[in-house]
């Protein structure tokens, strides 16, 4: 299996474009997560959806971030419009949500809003 | 709310040295703790887990004994390498199946000086 896929690898952007992040996760998995690592905060969950469902959106930290699942391999996470702020790497990670298996993560996506 | 409380960092340490980085939690309910390692570049990869109460989990010559008495679970290894320097990353769930909403801890980088 090829893994959780992620693209881009790098995005730099300026500030008040959209951006798209994009996640395949491994085939077969039905929990899909979204995570956003900075250094003044570490890991952070955005959103996590199972069976393309959003079961949890609670660290999604504004309106300007949405993020959306529309088949089992496939979820896109957008910005509009983007900040600095919101430079991080972020990472998408799926697992199987019937067995007590742990979560594969992606490669992330390093994000640079200038 | 859940939270993992990790040993600040960075941990320098020459090569055969014996290791210890410390994690302490607090969840409602009986989660599940974790390790994850983030080599640079990277995402982040299981190391090892336990899902009850006195498990230890082991991988690559680490270890980690879950202790509910203390809620903690320090990740130990006996005689670190070169190639174990990374990002140590403690977490939890506790949304029964042990794979979903992981919180992490900060992490603690680790350079092992040959």
């Known amino acids: 299996d090829a893994g959780v896929i992620q693209s881009p690898r790098h995005e730099v952007t300026e500030m008040g474009q959209e951006v798209t992040l994009r996640c395949k996760p491994i085939s077969g998995h039905n929990s899909l997560f979204w995570y956003r690592q900075t250094m003044m905060r570490g890991l952070e969950l955005l959103i996590y959806?199972?069976?393309?469902?959003?079961?949890?959106d609670s660290g999604m930290p504004e309106d300007r971030f949405s993020a959306k699942m529309p088949n089992a391999s496939f979820s896109t996470l957008k910005i509009q419009p983007s900040e600095p702020r919101d430079s991080a790497v972020y990472f998408c990670?799926?697992?199987?949500?019937?067995?007590?298996?742990?979560?594969?993560f992606g490669q992330g996506t390093r994000l640079t809003v200038v | 709310g859940n939270s993992v409380t990790q040993m600040e960092g960075p941990v320098t340490l020459s090569e055969e040295a014996f290791l210890t980085i410390n994690c302490t939690y607090t969840a409602t309910g009986y989660p599940s703790l974790f390790w994850y390692v983030q080599y640079p570049g990277e995402g982040l990869q299981l190391l090892l887990k336990a899902t009850k109460a006195d498990d230890k989990g082991s991988n690559k010559g680490f270890e980690a004994t879950y202790r509910k008495e203390t809620t903690s679970f320090h990740l130990e290894k006996g005689s670190v390498q070169v190639s174990d320097s990374a990002v140590y990353f403690c977490a939890l769930s506790d949304q029964g199946f042990g794979n979903e909403k992981l919180t992490f801890g900060t992490g603690t980088r680790l350079t092992i000086i040959p």
């Open positions: 959806f199972n069976n393309n469902v959003p079961i949890d």
């Open positions: 990670a799926s697992s199987l949500r019937q067995l007590n298996t742990e979560a594969f």
